[in-house]
Every structure is written in structure tokens, then in C-alpha cells.
């Protein structure tokens, strides 16, 4: 049912909300919020990124890193900021510094002459040589005519030793009822000398028996034909062995003596004898020094009293 303000089912109320455009009625235009769109076409006042005559990178505006200022010699002392050209009272000259010496693979370094004095062999000059000095002792270099007779000791040793090992810095004294000779079995490295082994040999009279007496727990090298000869001390059993060419009763002798086995057993078993052209010897992997020939000394003349007991 309709009434009379029903309007026919129209309204006029949607046509309330319109007004008239501002420039025709003659009011202020109302502020148009920023476009976007627009701004990228035309672009702010002051945006110097348009125009590039005036357009710079961040950062091209500003001062140079270094002011203008006299240049300074590179070579001074720049860690330290001290003028190179001050040195105090009295400092001695600064040597100039060495070329560096070029090479097919770059730069060579300069040798240490710490490390050139360490590796070059000289006979131990303030050990073994000033304590056979201070004894009466003579000193050879090993090249005399009379240590010829001691390449045979090398050759016939224990250990191995190759053709090129040979005697050097030998010592000849007097120790105590023995008389000795000890050397270096040195062989040559580049243009060096390296000992390698020291001996110490005592001559023997008469022909003594060929015989090796070394530590059980090293390696035996060169014992074909020998025999082992055994001994009562299950001690000294254990820890040393003594080689033979053949059984008799001077090796028997040595065998048996209980002061031998007392000082072997107090030593490191570090030491190996044999008797070769005359000699009854000691060799050791060290270079001698004077607490080593002392030792040797020591075993030497044990040895040698046990041999010639009855003899």
C-alpha cells in the first residue's frame, strides 16, 4: 500500500549529494593529493636526478682524501711515524738493505748463518777436541796416512755403513791403561759433512777372536757364521748377546766375567763392540763428545782385561 509520500517509488534524495564544480562556482579548488604517477612524468623542484648537466653520484661532492701537502719518501719509517732522516746521539748507521736476489722461481731467501754454523760439520772445536787437547792427544782429520788403517773398522762394523762413510775429526790419547783412538764415521750431504756414528777403538795384541757383543733388542746385521756364545747371568742373557766366529776359550772368559755384566747392565744398551784389523771397538749413533769417550773408556778396558785373562 502506498501513501502519498511514497513518491511513486522514486527518490529524489539521490541527487542530494551533488554539488556544483568549484570553478564554476567561484570557490577555492580544494588541494589535490600527491599523484604519483604524475610526479614520475614531472618531477619535484630541486630533484637534480632529471637534469644531467647538474645530476652527481652520492658521494662525488665530497673533499679529495688527501689535502694538498708535500709528498714524503715512501722508504721512511711510516709504521712507526718517526722521520727517517732523525737518528739519535750516537746510533750506529743502518746498513743499506741487500738486494733481493732473483731466481727462476721467485726470490731466494737469504741463508741464516746460525742455521749454516749448525749443519756444517767442524769436529766439535770447544767438546771432544779441547778435552783430548787438554789430555795430551792428538788430532787428526782423518785424511793421514795413519788413519787409513781405520777403514776397515767401518767397513766391518756392526752397523750399516756404506762406502761412503770414513773416518773424521780422530783423536789419539792415552785413557787410562788404554791407548785409544777415537773418530767420527761422517759421510758427505750436499757440501757437508754429517757424523753419524762415534767409535772408539783400542788395539789388541796378538790376533783376537772375531766377535760381536751388542743389545738383544737390536737388529744383528752381517752375523753369518757366528755362533752364540751363552752365559750363566740370565740377566745379562736377556739384555746382551755375544756373537763368535767360533767357540774358544778367550770368548768363554768374556762370557763369564761378572764385572763386565755388572757395567753393561748399568749402561742404556745403547753401545755394540766388535773386534776387527787388531782393534777391539765401540760404536754408538751420536758424535763424540768428552762424557761419551769417557764411557767408552770405561767398557773398553772391561772388555779388554776380560780378554787378555789368561792370555
Same mark, same amino acid.
Request: charged share 25%; net charge negative.
Given at each position: ?49 632529471s637534469?644531467?648537466?647538474?645530476w ?11 689535502? =694538498?701537502?708535500? &709528498?714524503? %719518501?715512501?722508504?721512511?719509517?711510516? +709504521?712507526?711515524?718517526?722521520? /727517517?732522516a732523525? $737518528?739519535?746521539?750516537? @746510533? ?37 777436541q ?23 773398522l ?17 783423536l ?6 788404554? =791407548?785409544?783412538? &777415537?773418530? %767420527?764415521?761422517?759421510?758427505?750431504? +750436499?757440501?757437508?759433512?754429517? /757424523?753419524?756414528? $762415534?767409535?772408539?777403538? @783400542? ?41 763368535a ?67
Amino acid at each position: 500500500m502506498s501513501t502519498p509520500r511514497d513518491r511513486d517509488g522514486f527518490d529524489d534524495d539521490a541527487g542530494r549529494s551533488w554539488q556544483e564544480p568549484a570553478h564554476l562556482g567561484g570557490d577555492e579548488p580544494a588541494e589535490e593529493p600527491p599523484n604519483i604517477a604524475d610526479r614520475r612524468q614531472r618531477p619535484r623542484d630541486g630533484d637534480h636526478s632529471s637534469d644531467p648537466d647538474t645530476w652527481r653520484p652520492a658521494g662525488w661532492d665530497l673533499p679529495p682524501a688527501e689535502p =694538498d701537502r708535500p &709528498a714524503q %719518501d715512501r722508504g721512511g719509517d711510516q +709504521g712507526t711515524g718517526v722521520d /727517517p732522516a732523525w $737518528a739519535p746521539p750516537g @746510533a750506529p748507521p743502518q746498513p743499506a738493505p741487500r738486494p733481493e736476489r732473483r731466481g727462476l722461481f721467485g726470490g731466494r731467501r737469504q741463508k741464516d748463518p746460525e742455521m749454516e754454523r749448525a749443519f756444517t760439520y767442524q769436529g766439535d772445536l770447544v767438546g771432544a777436541q779441547s778435552w783430548a787437547l787438554q789430555r795430551g792427544w792428538t788430532l787428526s782429520d782423518g785424511s793421514s796416512p795413519e788413519d787409513a788403517a781405520l777403514q776397515p773398522l767401518i767397513e766391518s762394523a756392526p752397523v750399516r755403513l756404506t762406502k761412503d762413510h770414513r773416518p773424521a775429526s780422530v783423536l789419539r790419547g792415552r785413557g787410562g791403561s788404554l =791407548d785409544l783412538i &777415537a773418530f %767420527d764415521a761422517v759421510y758427505a750431504s +750436499g757440501r757437508y759433512l754429517v /757424523p753419524e756414528y $762415534a767409535i772408539t777403538a @783400542a788395539p789388541l795384541l796378538g790376533t783376537p777372536p772375531a766377535l760381536r757383543l751388542s743389545p738383544a733388542r737390536l737388529w744383528k746385521h752381517g752375523v753369518g757364521g757366528m755362533v752364540q756364545i751363552p752365559s750363566d747371568d740370565a740377566d745379562f742373557e736377556r739384555r746382551w748377546t755375544l756373537l763368535a766366529a767360533e767357540d774358544g776359550p778367550q770368548v768363554r772368559r768374556l762370557a763369564a766375567d761378572t764385572d763386565l755384566h755388572r757395567l753393561l747392565l748399568g749402561t742404556d744398551d745403547g753401545d755394540e763392540f766388535w773386534t776387527a784389523g787388531g782393534y777391539l771397538a765401540a760404536i754408538r749413533p751420536d758424535g763424540h763428545r768428552p762424557e761419551l769417550i769417557e764411557h767408552h773408556t770405561r767398557l773398553l778396558t772391561a772388555l779388554v782385561a776380560a780378554l787378555a785373562t789368561g792370555f
